[in-house]
């Protein structure tokens, strides 16, 4: 689709070219027009799609250098791997290629402010493509980037590729490695499983522990944090009966719910066995090794910088290393869909078959 320009604009709205540019630069009440023309040409632009380009504005970055990262909220920790693993990923990967990444916030607590996110950055910045986490964001709040006619590339670091036109769509198969986890632990013996989580939801990891475990606790910490992993587990283990399996959401609620049940003198892993999902870098540790389940960020990050500026045939193979593709295929608008694996490591906080 042919990206909309002024003529486009102008023709809808009636009007003449440079009283387009006027309007579309802010300058309409500065130079005289009525507010009926200003508006006509606006509702005109917003209906086909016209954003100013940042070149014709003398913007300073160049279109052919310039990588929107469009992000969900900054996580209260940086060490949340979302946000650090994806950014400084691309960042790896665009500077390798000779760009630049440009981190744009779209947060999921205004989500009304995303499309004039959008629309600001299209008039700010030439982009030479964007690379978008979708997360759980209603796919009509990208309407503009799409009708923009600049390259894409689809994230959902939580699940599955979605289904949206661009160059490619990228997702995670999370419950692949939890899978491989419960196969590889002895679980025939647990009666009382607990997932333990933070705010918001991520389904796909749950659900092969879901299917695993007819019945199961959920907690629910304050945060995604240490300390309150710390909190949460502290709280159940003085409340009743021990659980006797629990899985982290992620690894930072399992480093605190691997001290508090240190410091409540319950041994891991053979009265709790314990795991979850990151693959939190442990190296130098003091603690016992925790077993986890890789989340592929860093190879998706590496991914989409390539799959956005390279074709596939010349994909640099060292941005894959690691990497395993679940599924490969083509969305229903024609973009490439790459689902990657997560995978188990079984570490010293579960116990092995016999």
């Known amino acids: 689709m042919a990206r909309a320009n002024r003529s486009d604009v102008a023709k809808l709205a009636g009007v003449s070219l440079s009283t387009v540019s006027h309007v579309m630069n802010g300058r309409a009440a500065e130079l005289g027009f009525s507010e009926e023309t200003a508006r006509k040409v606006r509702e005109a632009a917003e209906q086909v799609g016209y954003v100013p380009r940042a070149a014709a504005r003398a913007f300073r970055y160049q279109a052919s250098k310039v990588i929107g990262l469009f992000l969900g909220e900054i996580p209260e920790s940086l ?3 979302v946000f650090n693993e994806l950014l400084l990923s691309a960042i790896e990967a665009a500077t390798e290629m000779h760009y630049f990444v440009l981190p744009i916030l779209l947060p999921l607590t205004r989500r009304e402010e995303i499309p004039d996110i959008i629309r600001k950055t299209l008039q700010e910045v030439e982009l030479a493509g964007a690379i978008v986490e979708v997360g759980s964001h209603d796919p009509a709040v990208f309407k503009l980037l799409v009708q923009s006619d600049i390259p894409i590339v ?11 036109p661009g160059r490619a769509s990228l997702g995670i198969a999370e419950g692949e490695g939890v899978g491989q986890m419960l196969e590889r ?3 025939e013996q647990i009666k009382r499983p607990v997932y333990l989580t933070g705010p918001g939801p991520f389904p796909e990891r749950l659900r092969p522990f879901a299917k695993k475990f007819a019945k199961y606790q959920v907690v629910q910490a304050d945060s995604w944090l240490t300390p309150a992993g710390y909190n949460s587990t502290g709280r159940l283990l ?3 009966e021990l659980p ?11 480093l ?23 693959g939190f870098e442990q190296t130098g540790s003091p603690m016992i090794q925790l077993s986890t389940v890789d989340w592929p960020l860093e190879q998706m ?5 390539a799959a956005l500026l390279q074709e596939r045939s010349d994909w640099d193979q060292k941005w894959f290393a690691g990497a395993e593709v679940v599924t490969d295929g083509l969305s229903s608008q024609n973009a490439l869909r790459l689902n990657l694996a997560s995978v188990a ?3 010293g906080t579960t116990l092995r078959l016999s």
């Open 79 to 81: 060490h949340l791997p």
């Open 154 to 164: 689809w994230l959902n670091p939580g699940g599955p590729a979605s289904d949206l």
């Open 185 to 187: 632990i002895p679980t």
């Open 238 to 240: 003085a409340d009743g």
């Open 244 to 254: 006797d399996l629990i899985f982290a959401a992620n690894d930072l609620l399992a």
């Open 256 to 278: 605190g719910a691997l001290t508090a049940a240190r410091d409540l003198e319950v041994t891991i892993p053979h009265t709790i066995q314990l795991f979850s999902y990151g």
């Open 301 to 305: 990050g590496h991914m989409a910088v």
């Open 345 to 347: 490591h079984p570490r």
